[in-house]
């Protein structure tokens, strides 16, 4: 009897933590809380914007006032995410929760001296940057770019390559018509980057054809590969990989569906077989 004392309030104890854990999780994912959340975030962007401003005293002591009280919220909100959290050895090992965690910490860093200023000022400009952890589309799409990074590197790699050669011609050619423009490689490059970005080309085209007609045929070549090849090869890289996430999160929420049903499949199976050994155990008796 004592052994059995002793489990019952073991028990009463664990229903009564996982009907709190319950309790957190829905709250956590509740569209309201999730709505208030990004209402913070959009609250704090606009304070962070404010103070840029030249504003009266009692309009500044107002957004500190904001500020602190934005940051305890965001302190409350992690902390409720952890205790929602099913597996909380595992929290921190989600990119997004540790980001959020450290900007939120950041914030908490008492502004005693000028740098300490500094780095809580710009620590407060990148909780901005937890909507894009809030809301599950921006998410997606940042995590979409970060995998594409690698593909994205090698066309920066083969981008630099026809950098420099173009670079080199168009010092060999041009150096002696505008020194600052083409006086060596580097320089050079720079040049043909404000090419790229069509800042003022036509200015460098044209006076570079004064002196050679046909170097029209050098910039509008060299446009054609930058401008048009190699950002719809960026721009493929990064489709291409959102297309893939975009499957894997569909198989992945198909398996999740299946696994589902064949589980409540399992269920509504065993519920009949226990029927249908208490009928047999009823006739049995019966008879």
């Not at 709190?20 to 809380?33: D, K, M, P, V």
């Not at 994205?152 to 018509?177: P, V």
Request: charged share 20%; net charge negative; glycine share 4%.
């Amino acid at each position: 009897m004592s052994t059995s004392n002793e489990r019952d309030p073991q028990a009463l104890s664990g229903r009564q933590a996982s009907r709190a854990a319950g309790t957190l999780q829905r709250i956590e994912s509740s569209r309201l809380f999730q709505t208030a959340v990004i209402f913070i975030i959009v609250l704090s962007a606009i304070s962070i914007g404010a103070k840029t401003y030249d504003i009266p005293p009692f309009f500044e002591r107002l957004l500190s006032g904001l500020d602190m009280a934005v940051t305890y919220f965001f302190l409350a909100e992690i902390l409720l995410r952890f205790s929602a959290c099913q597996d909380r050895k595992r929290f921190f090992l989600d990119g997004w929760n540790l980001f959020d965690t450290l900007i939120v910490v950041g914030s908490l860093v008492p502004l005693q001296n000028a740098e300490a200023v500094l780095i809580g000022r710009l620590l407060r400009v990148f909780r901005v940057l937890r909507l894009v952890s809030v809301v599950p589309e921006l998410r997606s799409l940042i995590n979409a770019l970060l995998k594409a990074i690698p593909r994205m590197g090698y066309i920066a790699l083969l981008m630099f390559i026809i950098f420099y050669i173009y670079a080199a011609i168009g010092s060999l050619f041009f150096s002696a018509i505008d020194e600052e423009l083409w006086g060596d490689v580097s320089v050079a490059m720079l040049t043909l980057f404000r090419v790229a970005t069509f800042e003022d080309w036509t200015d460098v085209m044209y006076a570079t054809m004064d002196v050679h007609p046909l170097s029209w045929i050098y910039y509008l070549s060299f446009i054609f590969l930058t401008a048009f090849v190699f950002l719809n090869m960026m721009v493929g890289a990064i489709l291409e990989v959102m297309s893939e996430e975009s499957n894997l999160e569909t198989a992945t929420q198909a398996h999740n569906e299946r696994h589902e049903m064949a589980s409540r499949l399992a269920q509504m199976q065993q519920q009949l077989d226990d029927m249908h050994s208490l009928l047999k155990s009823r006739d049995s008796g019966r008879g």
